[in-house]
């Protein structure tokens, strides 16, 4: 068989972009974690911004708080506890979490609430209009949700809200390496709220965990997470399954495994941090 003959081999389609397709400040952690722990309501009255994640079981919520409190602390911290084992919880305490400084004293001026897994049945995840009531600050802290919703002769139900008690953004957690298998009913789920949110004028943002879990390139090298076709092709499927446009999602790779903190790791999540308080605080500026 002559060369001429014999086809040619169809080299696979570089899975990298020549450039990153969105710039990120790689080794700037202080600046970052500088401006944030800076940053200044826009409201006297409110001392912090509230901001409500949701998204399945294992997606990594509770990573992503202490993640971000890690970043501030500058080691390894787990306020927020990660269930090792995959599986359903039933109960779950509503409550804040509060983020510190290195000093341990200082409380920064963001908050957040991880609201118990959206699972598919409501018979076994969080209730729909309990993220509504959450968003709008009508569940107490500290009260428990449970499979069946929180009523309004409940003692966990409260009825005059005050400002600081109100979501100014709500975050979906999406994994990267499961937003192709999501059960649909999750979805339906999510939209559900996200029309609920929109029409209280909430804004919404997505993180896209384990990006680490979804792309060999960036589980080797984490300033790979915008050259890698895959992880946008990720966050494009967000995008799609939730109406969220792509400037407002955010990959992420959170501390799972870790027994120290990463310059790159923190700036990815201060640097989405960022975005969320930024998208808060113009909620906050349009309802004074
Ligand atoms: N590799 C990797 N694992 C992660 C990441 N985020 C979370 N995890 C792991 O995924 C599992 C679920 O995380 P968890 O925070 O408990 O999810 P939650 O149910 O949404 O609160 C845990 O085993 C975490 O250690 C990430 O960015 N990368
Ligand atoms: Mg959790």
């Known amino acids: ?58 997606a990594g919520k509770s990573s992503f708080i202490n993640s971000i409190n890690s970043a501030f602390q500058g080691r390894i911290t787990g306020d927020a506890l990660v269930d090792a084992t ?7 305490t509503y409550r804040t979490y509060y983020i510190r400084g290195e000093e341990h004293t200082d409380i920064l001026p963001f908050v957040f609430n991880d609201f118990m897994g959206l699972e598919a049945q409501d018979s076994r995840g ?6 509504v ?44 390496d499961n937003v192709s298998r999501m059960n649909p009913d999750v979805i339906k789920k999510m939209k559900n ?14 993180i896209m965990t384990r990006v680490d879990e979804a792309c060999p390139l960036v589980n ?8 890698s076709k895959k992880i946008k092709e990720k966050m494009q499927e967000c995008s799609n399954l ?16 870790e027994i120290d903190t990463d310059d790159d790791t923190d700036v990815l999540i201060l640097r989405a941090l960022t975005q969320i308080v930024q998208t808060a605080n113009d909620k906050l500026v349009r309802s004074l």
């Open 1 to 58: 068989m002559g060369a001429a003959e014999s086809k040619p081999i169809e080299e696979p389609p570089p899975p990298q972009y020549d450039q990153p397709w969105r710039s990120t400040p790689w080794g700037k952690r202080e600046n970052l974690r500088k401006d944030l722990k800076g940053f200044q309501v826009s409201n006297p009255n409110i001392k912090h911004v509230r901001i409500l994640l949701a998204g399945e079981v294992g």
């Open 86 to 92: 995959s599986g359903t919880t039933f109960t779950k």
């Open 126 to 131: 969080a209730h729909t209009e309990d993220i």
């Open 133 to 176: 009531k959450a968003l709008q600050g009508l569940l107490k802290e500290g009260c428990k949700l449970t499979p069946s919703p929180v009523s309004g002769e409940d003692t966990a139900y409260r009825s005059d809200p005050s400002l600081q008690d109100q979501t100014y953004c709500l975050v979906y957690i999406m994994a990267a």
């Open 193 to 206: 709220i996200r029309a609920s949110a929109s029409e209280l004028d909430i804004p919404q943002v997505v």
């Open 220 to 227: 080797k090298h984490l300033r790979r997470v915008y050259t």
């Open 242 to 257: 939730l109406g969220v446009p792509m400037n407002y999602i955010f990959p992420v790779k959170n501390y799972h495994e």
